[in-house]
């Protein structure tokens, strides 16, 4: 089994930070990609910030210079440091991976359950 927890989600004012974890567990043999997407009410799901194959970064117009994703990968996890938070940026956010477990020659794309994050005053 593979999964993927994330932690980190609250309440917090415009202006505020908070950091977003997501750990995976099970019979991993590799990850190859990991990153972080977000989802309001009514739309679709989107890119906020991710690692590629290569391990360069990728992130959303809107979070430039707000928001930074980093790793551990002894640990399998990923971060999401947010600063100068907006109302804006109110949503699930989600982790994703791409992983190739012990027992399957082939990469498959997993998700986490999602951690809430409200920004207002």
């Known amino acids: 089994q593979v999964q993927l927890v994330e932690s980190g989600g609250g309440l917090v004012q415009p202006g505020g930070s908070l950091r977003l974890s997501c750990v995976a567990s099970?019979?991993?043999?590799?990850?190859?990609?990991m990153g972080w997407y977000r989802q309001a009410p009514g739309k679709q799901r989107e890119l906020v910030a991710t690692?590629?194959?290569?391990?360069?970064?990728n992130y959303a117009d809107s979070v430039k210079g707000r928001f930074t994703i980093s790793r551990d990968n002894d640990k399998n996890t990923v971060y999401l440091q947010m600063n100068s938070l907006k109302p804006e940026d109110t949503d699930v956010y989600y982790c994703?991976?791409?992983?190739?477990?012990?027992?399957?020659?082939?990469?498959?794309?997993?998700w986490g359950q999602g951690t809430q994050v409200t920004v207002s005053s």
């Open positions: 994703n991976a791409l992983i190739r477990s012990t027992w399957d020659v082939n990469e498959a794309s997993y």
């Open positions: 099970g019979s991993i043999f590799s990850i190859t990609a």
């Open positions: 690692f590629t194959r290569g391990g360069s970064t």
